[in-house]
């Protein structure tokens, strides 16, 4: 998809990182799965001529107010933190949904865009919920969302992401380029 180049600023946040893995099944860790789908999907993200900020590029830990504190300094238009999802019981729960602080703002369009586009792929959209209590929702100064991509503890889930790596990647940046054109 070919939408030109854009003059926004977007931070990627690959969740957890270095002393805390985030969710673990089977030896799988959240940390690195969402490493690597944040670099490809910035870029995707920067071949569409947008300025991409990490707040991390390998396996360290930052808290999330650090994060939050760090995307502010930065004048970001977007933040997007990408995450894992697990579920008390493996195999309990399939599907991908987004987190906000607020639905009815510019993170709840952006948090839709996404969404729909990773339905578009073949995830199951659970939807888009707020969640006030997250810092690195509710500390930042520009639309931000937490992504969920699949339950890292459903097998499902893990062969999707799996097969589907770069259509993923493609999606969420889809989701980005159109909240921001």
Do not use: C
Not at 12 to 22: E, F, K, S, V, Y
Not at 95 to 113: D, F, H, M, P, Q
Not at 156 to 179: C, R, S
């Amino acid at each position: 998809m070919s939408r030109g180049i854009f003059m926004a600023l977007v931070v990627l946040d690959a969740g957890h990182g270095g002393i805390n893995p985030g969710a673990v099944y089977e030896g799988r860790q959240e940390k690195d799965d969402v490493l690597d789908l944040v670099f490809d999907i910035g870029g995707i993200l920067q071949g569409q001529g947008v300025e991409v900020y990490y707040t991390r590029v390998n396996d360290v830990y930052e808290s999330p107010y650090q994060k939050a504190m760090e995307a502010n300094a930065t004048g970001a238009d977007y933040f997007v933190s990408v995450h894992r999802n697990s579920s008390p019981y493996p195999n309990q729960y399939s599907g991908i949904e987004t987190l906000v602080y607020n639905e009815e703002s510019e993170a709840g369009r952006l948090a839709e865009n996404i969404n729909e586009q990773l339905e578009e792929v073949g995830w199951t959209n659970l939807g888009v919920n707020e969640r006030t209590n997250l810092v690195v929702l509710n500390s930042t100064n520009m639309p931000a969302v937490l992504l969920e991509i699949g339950f890292i503890n459903t097998d499902a889930d893990n062969d999707f992401l799996d097969n589907h790596f770069t259509e993923t990647a493609q999606a969420i940046a889809d989701g980005i380029l159109e909240t921001i054109g």
